[in-house]
């Protein structure tokens, strides 16, 4: 394989996007933790209005699902939190081992991490903040406390760099073509 500046000439441009965007994902989630930590309030109050469904409609037989525990509502913060932390050094780590990797040409571990990150945040948003949040807890019928937009734009951005770090050709490899058939 010819090798240009460090980097594999085939799917050179496929891995310099795999790359930049597992950091864009890494930097994002990153900086979403250091506010949830450096502004712990704004954030817990969010978690506590959805999981005390004190502003949606307050249908009798949706209630039954709040939450107002504030001890059990702060713990799902923190292991919120704890989640996006984890979630931003795995794509810290995915970003560096695609920029190492690419100079050796050794890019398999860093799809794999990266795919291991992306996951985690596709299960936050999709499952946490979409399914549990949004449906469970109606989030979507809170004006004010309702993050399924914000949820929705998260889980699309990871889908897609997911998708991209998967096209044949991000590993550096070219796509592996069908066996010509036999006559």
Do not use: C
């Amino acid at each position: 394989m010819r090798v240009r500046g460090g980097i594999p000439a085939t799917g050179t441009g496929l891995t310099s996007a795999a790359a930049v965007l597992t950091g864009t994902v890494a930097l994002y989630v990153a900086l979403v933790v250091f506010g949830n930590i450096t502004d712990f309030g704004t954030n817990q109050q969010y978690v506590r209005h959805v999981l005390a469904m004190d502003t949606t409609f307050r249908d009798p037989d949706l209630m039954w699902r709040a939450i107002t525990s504030h001890t059990v509502q702060d713990a799902a913060y923190v292991a919120i939190i704890a989640w996006e932390l984890v979630a931003a050094v795995v794509l810290v780590a995915a970003t560096v081992l695609w920029v190492v990797g690419a100079r050796r040409g050794e890019l398999d571990r860093a799809r794999r991490v990266a795919t291991a990150g992306l996951l985690m945040m596709l299960v936050l948003f999709g499952a946490g903040f979409l399914a549990i949040g949004g449906e469970w807890f109606a989030m979507w019928q809170s004006k004010q406390w309702n993050g399924v937009e914000a949820a929705v734009r998260n889980f699309t951005v990871a889908g897609i760099v997911l998708l991209v770090i998967h096209l044949p050709g991000a590993t550096g490899r070219p796509r592996e073509t069908a066996p010509e058939p036999s006559a």
